[in-house]
């Protein structure tokens, strides 16, 4: 029995294995891109629900103190995008140290109150998941494949959404049943 042995040529060899490697550099590549593209969509939409979360409070805020109505109006004039996000935060810590001031003055009605409570209890949730949703893109973007092969594209970089807490240590649970 004599055996034939398929002897292939060396640089066949080479191609088929250089082949193989960018075949797996383009799957790896395109499931990065499709997660980064879920990564920035879930950011997106983080930031929209942040953004009804701080108009939920403008108006319970605008309905509490009415005297606020220029702070809520400047507050709400700048919107949150992944470029401005600091602004907005800015604004909104001014807005809350104004209502802190306020509250301790002339505290408002036990309703107004537990609704001016509540709906900063859904903002820190709204900006704890925004800026979850920024740390988890921002991780994926910092990857070396996705900065050498533009991965992100044209998407801005998002940025986090700062805001003071102060309303929840002035609000919490014990001063609004007072």
Known sequence: MVSS????????????????????????ASATATRLNRMHIR???????????????AAVARATFPQLSGLVANAEAIPVTARNTNRRADAENELTRAIVKLAAEQPPERALAIELSDVHTRVELARRLYNDAVTDTKALRSRPIVRALRLAGTAPDPGYFEMSDVLAVQSGPSSVGE
């Open 5 to 28: 042995m398929v002897t292939l040529p060396l640089w066949v060899v080479v191609l088929a294995v250089v082949l193989f490697v960018v075949l797996i550099v383009a799957v790896s």
């Open 43 to 57: 950011t997106d939409l983080a930031r929209a629900s942040l953004e009804a979360s701080l108009g939920r409070r």
